[in-house]
């Protein structure tokens, strides 16, 4: 099963979210960091990525390669992230066969109605709980 965690700016988001799958590393599972900088990609490769790739086209290839991909809602909207999603990327991620795991992170001018204001702690162990069930499916 390979895992694609994809996130911009610095990383952060994506790195507690590599932090979280590591416990399910093994030889069937491979977490691939996908920034859309080179800052976000090797910070998540820090925080223990098995492999990563920057940019446009590797986001956009590699959308198609995997089995799961997480990351911040801003993912799939066009332009977010101050510009680091490009249209491309958010069409690639969204039009992707892989299971996405979406982080209702308030930011780029998207508001989930409805959801209680979730700590990021919460939404991680939700994150790690939900993985765990795809892995033993």
């Keep these: 099963m390979k895992i694609a965690v994809i996130d911009g700016m610095g990383g ?3 790195c507690q979210i590599v932090e979280r799958l590591k416990p399910f590393k093994n030889n069937d599972v491979e ?4 920034g ?3 800052s976000a990609t090797s910070n998540m490769l820090r925080a223990g990525a098995d492999n990563g790739a920057t940019g446009e086209n590797a986001i956009v290839w590699m959308s198609g390669k995997v089995d799961i991909i997480i990351g911040p809602l ?10 680091e999603i490009s249209p491309k990327m958010s ?3 969204a039009s992707s066969d892989a299971r996405k795991l979406l982080l209702p992170v308030s930011k780029c001018n998207i508001d989930i109605i409805g959801l209680e204001d979730l700590q990021f702690k ?3 162990n ?7 069930k795809i ?3």
């Design 31 to 34: 977490i691939i960091a996908l």
């Design 122 to 124: 919460t939404i991680f």
């Design 12 to 14: 952060g988001i994506g």
């Design 36 to 38: 859309t900088n080179s």
């Design 126 to 132: 939700e994150l790690a709980e939900t993985i765990k």
């Design 91 to 93: 069409l690639a991620i």
């Design 74 to 83: 801003a993912i799939i909207s066009a332009n977010s992230m101050m510009g």
């Design 135 to 137: 892995i033993n499916e």
